[in-house]
């Protein structure tokens, strides 16, 4: 496991539960030298066959953790460096007031995050705009390299 000291972003995973999903995340993370946090209980196995297919053979270069107890973690937070990605929010990813180092948080594939978490900080929730309203969401490793590759586009000249 490698872990970067100063990541540009941190790309937090709650209850992930499919595993190409958080492999592709994973070898997202590996290219763009973002931390990976892998938040709460999984749907998978981290030694499931399939995570390691999605990730290829990035799984070296990825800087990842897994936080199981991560209600208590995440509570010690500076909120202001959270941002709270939701179908339910209202204001577009594009405004996200993003800084390095920043946590990016993404709800696992069948309910999103938990309100507990989102709904205090409505300055912090941001959403992927959809035009078709019969489309509830889009799929989590493609939303998470929407957001961090916006964000890093914001923050690093490439």
């Known amino acids: 496991m490698r872990i970067h000291k100063n990541p540009l972003l941190q790309v937090v995973l ?9 492999g592709n995340i994973a070898r997202l993370c590996a ?7 892998l938040a709460g209980e999984l749907g998978f196995e ?17 800087s990842w953790e897994h936080i199981l107890s991560w209600e208590d973690w995440v509570k010690q937070l500076d909120f202001t460096r959270c941002h709270f990605l939701s179908t339910h929010a209202m204001t577009p990813y594009t405004q996200m007031p993003i800084q390095a180092g920043d ?6 594939e069948t309910a999103g995050l938990p309100k507990w978490l989102w709904q205090p900080h409505p ?3 941001f959403t992927i705009p959809m035009w078709e309203s019969e489309v509830r969401s889009l799929n989590l490793a493609s939303a998470a390299s929407i957001v961090v590759y916006d964000g890093l586009r914001r923050l690093v000249p490439f």
């Not at 709650?14 to 958080?22: A, G, K, L």
């Not at 981290?46 to 990825?62: H, N, P, Q």
């Open 103 to 108: 946590f990016v948080f993404f709800g696992k």
């Open 31 to 37: 290219a763009t030298k973002c931390h990976l946090i």
């Open 123 to 125: 300055e912090r929730s």
């Open 46 to 62: 981290l030694s499931d066959r399939t995570l390691k297919r999605a990730g290829l053979d990035y799984w070296d270069w990825v």
């Open 14 to 22: 709650v209850e992930p539960q499919i595993p190409p999903n958080t």
